[in-house]
T-cell receptor
């Protein structure tokens, strides 16, 4: 099992450009998450998905969109990148996704470093 | 006030030392608690869940104090390989799923 993988590993964008970050998991997990991590701050939840075809907003959703067309993939889109979106982006997944998502271990991908100039 | 607060450190300890980290949380409705470990430029990985009764995994002991709204992590007999950032995570499913990560406590174990 590859676990959780993220593409790309690193990207530089100019302000206003768009891009999509891809997250894939091969563990048949129900829940998937997108976080950003900035210096001096904890990981902040951007969006999450409780199953194929569903998405929900997290703590900092503005400026991002997501899609979960297939169970194994969770895409994070930046329509018009801004310097404030320079960050490290982590995707995660968790297995059960029933009534107790808050009790579940999250498995993280290796991260994508994004620099917006 | 942050919802989850940790002392950022760094904690610099010699090998073999015992070190303890605390994490406080503000939402009394919080339901689940975890410690994750994050190595430099790597992804977070689960270290252990934290239960009300306390739990131990080898050299690591986690405790939860709901009345005072804090969790702790104790590392005994520190190893060089314990050097990392330790993240406190607090989850709730009341009024919708919410997961809050602390900013982390950095630990350096030196020979």
């Amino acid at each position: 099992n590859a676990g959780v993988t993220q593409t790309p590993k690193f990207r530089v964008l100019k302000t206003g450009q768009s891009m999509t970050l891809l997250c894939a998991q091969d563990m048949n997990h129900e829940y998937m998450y997108w976080y950003r991590q900035d210096p001096g701050m904890g990981l902040r939840l951007i969006h999450y998905s409780v199953g194929e075809g569903t998405t929900a907003k997290g703590e900092v959703p503005d400026g991002y969109n997501v899609s979960r067309l297939k169970k194994q993939n969770f895409l994070l889109g930046l329509e018009s990148a801004a310097p404030s979106q320079t960050s490290v982006y982590f995707c995660a997944s968790s297995p059960q996704g029933l009534a107790t998502p808050h009790q579940e271990t999250q498995y993280f991908g290796p991260g994508t470093r994004l620099l917006v100039l | 006030r942050k919802e989850v607060e940790q002392d950022p450190g760094p904690f610099n300890v010699p090998e073999g030392a015992t070190v303890a980290f605390n994490c406080t949380y503000s939402n009394s409705a919080s339901q689940s608690f975890f410690w994750y470990r994050q190595d430099c430029r790597k992804e977070p990985k689960l270290l252990m869940s934290v239960y009300s009764s306390g739990n131990e995994d080898g050299r690591f002991t986690a405790q939860l104090n709901r009345a005072s709204q804090y969790i702790s992590l104790l590392i005994r007999d520190s190893k060089l390989s314990d050097s990392a950032t330790y993240l406190c995570v607090v989850n709730t499913n009341t009024g919708g799923f919410k997961t809050i990560f602390g900013a982390g406590t950095r630990l350096f174990v030196k020979a």
